[in-house]
Nanobody, 123 residues
């Protein structure tokens, strides 16, 4: 059973910083792309940033220059450093990963999501 568990969400003032972490666990063979998405109340879930297994990154235009995604392949973790936070960054942030994992004698590649962590930025 593969799990993604996020941490690091909090209440912060505008202009502040937070670092989100996401740990993948289970019978993991390989993790391909990892990413962060966010969903504000009444809105759809949108991409924030993604990083490939080799370290290539892409970001939503709204966070470029403020957020940095990174990963530690040895620890099966992905991070999101968020600086210069704005009230419009308030959302539940979800970790996502494409993971190849064992299921009994077989292995499969699936798309996994964490449970989300709340980030609230006050003005």
């Amino acid at each position: 059973q593969v799990q993604l568990v996020e941490s690091g969400g909090d209440l912060v003032q505008a202009g502040g910083s937070l670092r989100l972490s996401c740990a993948a666990s289970g019978s993991i063979i390989r993790i391909d792309d990892m990413g962060w998405y966010r969903q504000a109340p009444g809105k759809q879930r949108d991409l924030v940033a993604r990083i490939s297994n080799g370290g290539s990154t892409n970001y939503a235009d709204s966070v470029k220059g403020r957020f940095t995604i990174s990963r530690d392949n040895a620890k099966n973790m992905v991070y999101l450093q968020m600086n210069s936070l704005k009230p419009e960054d308030t959302a539940v942030y979800y970790c996502n990963a494409d993971i190849e994992a064992y299921s009994g004698p077989h292995y499969y590649t699936n798309d996994y999501w964490g449970q989300g962590t709340q980030v609230t930025v006050s003005s």
